[in-house]
């Protein structure tokens, strides 16, 4: 199981970047899978989820309205589109396979992360 | 502020038992559902340590046990080891917020 970001840089205030994740190992279309980042020096922090179809998706409200999550299962890859960027968005930026979680009509039922990439650093900053 | 409480620091002599609590709350821990703790190293992406509440990944050492009571989890590391140097952060899923998944703040372990 393998999991690549890439897209990663600096950008000024207000300006957009798509990050892209690359998977590899599994059955890509059989999972959740989520974008995770952790600002410099602190915690870690949930961004979005989509789901095994990519027809259902999920934000954390720092990322509502500005960040959209998508996934091509037939390239097994990940994409997070961020616009509207902030100084506070700067972070490593983490994609992460999620084990068991599922979407039913009570909406995500996230689990565990088993598998995490290595990470993309984001820098917004004029 | 992380949903879930976590110390900031733990240290404890090579050899020690440490323990890293998490606090939560009824729209979370205390709701049922299950805790997962990762590990991450310096410079290195969070690793999966602990799932669900007690359970170890293959290859993840004995040393590391993990249990949950009410609102509250804990992560133990007994017989610690320089290599155990790491932050540790909790995770589990709240049904009240926008989005499902919460993580505690962190606990640097520091093998003094």
């Known amino acids: 199981v393998q999991l ?5 840089g600096v950008v000024q205030p ?6 892209s994740c690359a998977a590899s190992g599994f059955t890509f279309s059989h999972y959740l899978v989520h974008w995770v980042r952790q600002t410099p020096g602190k915690g ?10 990519g027809t ?4 954390a409200d720092s990322a509502k309205g500005r960040f959209t999550i998508s996934r091509d299962n037939s ?15 700067t972070a490593v930026y983490y994609c992460a396979r999620d084990n068991g979680g599922y979407y039913d009509d009570s909406g995500f039922q996230s689990y565990y992360f088993d598998s995490w990439g290595q990470g993309t650093l984001v820098t917004v900053s004029s | 502020q992380s949903v ?18 998490c606090t939560g709350s009824s729209s979370n821990i205390g709701a049922g559902y299950d805790v997962h703790w990762y590990q991450q190293l310096p410079g290195t992406a969070p690793k999966l340590l602990i799932y669900a509440n007690t359970n170890r990944p293959s290859g993840v050492p004995d040393r590391f046990s993990a249990s949950k009571s009410g609102t509250s ?4 590391i007994t017989g610690l080891q320089a290599e155990d140097e790491a932050d540790y952060y909790c995770q589990s899923y709240d049904n009240t917020l926008s989005g499902d998944v919460v993580f505690g703040g962190g606990t640097k372990v520091t093998v003094l």
């Open chain 1, 4 to 8: 690549v970001e890439s897209g990663g």
């Open chain 1, 14 to 19: 207000g300006r957009s970047l798509r990050l």
């Open chain 1, 44 to 53: 870690l922090e949930w961004v979005a989820v989509i789901s095994v179809d």
């Open chain 1, 56 to 59: 259902k998706t999920s934000y």
């Open chain 1, 75 to 89: 390239k097994n890859t990940l994409y997070l589109q961020m616009n509207y960027l902030r100084p506070e968005d």
């Open chain 2, 4 to 21: 879930l409480t976590q110390p900031p620091s733990v240290s404890g002599a090579p050899g020690q038992r440490v323990t890293i609590s």
């Open chain 2, 73 to 76: 989890a804990s992560l133990a």
